[in-house]
């Protein structure tokens, strides 16, 4: 993913063909990160804890089946990927682009839980049965790398705990 141009109505992205496919199949993880892994509060244990837990839930599932819709929508949108003579134009506002990082964002963390959570920096035990899984995070982290540049924030050369 290659940043071209940023606009004040939003940034173009070229992508070439195996990119768009590897775009559109990591997309297709989302929601990978487990409703009952996002807790209200580890320290409240209140008489309504497991009411207010339930409530979260509720409210992250509708905002997951917007977001589902919307991802939907976005490889399903013909106008919005151009095609070009090495692949695709992408055209995103800044809005999208925001909500895009949001998504990937819960499949990169979703894969790293079912990787076991490995360590920073410490490679995972790849599995025929948790490759997919491996594949979702690094092109994750990919396309998140694109997406922030034309944001205007460029990647740190280390992690913030190292």
Not at 18 to 28: A, D, H, I, M, V
Not at 36 to 53: I, K
Not at 92 to 106: A, H, K, M, S
Not at 113 to 118: I, N, R, S, V
Request: glycine fraction near 8%; charge should be negative.
């Amino acid at each position: 993913m290659k940043l071209l141009r940023v606009g004040q109505d939003g940034s173009v992205f070229q992508l070439g063909h195996g990119e768009q496919q590897l775009l559109f199949e990591t997309l297709k993880h989302y929601p990978l990160v487990p409703a009952a892994h996002h807790r209200l509060s580890q320290a409240d244990q209140g008489p309504h804890a497991e009411e207010n837990q339930r409530l979260l839930e509720a409210s992250l599932a509708e905002v997951r089946q917007a977001n589902r819709r919307q991802v939907l929508a976005l490889l399903n949108e013909p106008q919005r990927w151009r095609a070009t003579k090495s692949g695709f134009e992408l055209e995103l506002t800044p809005l999208q682009i925001e909500w895009l990082l949001q998504v990937l964002n819960d499949v990169r963390v979703g894969s790293w839980l079912a990787l076991g959570e490995p360590a920073s920096g410490a490679a995972p035990a790849v599995t025929e049965q948790n490759a997919k899984y491996f594949f979702a995070l690094e092109s994750c982290g990919l396309f998140q790398s694109g997406l922030l540049t034309a944001l205007g924030i460029s990647e740190s050369p280390h992690w913030a705990g190292d």
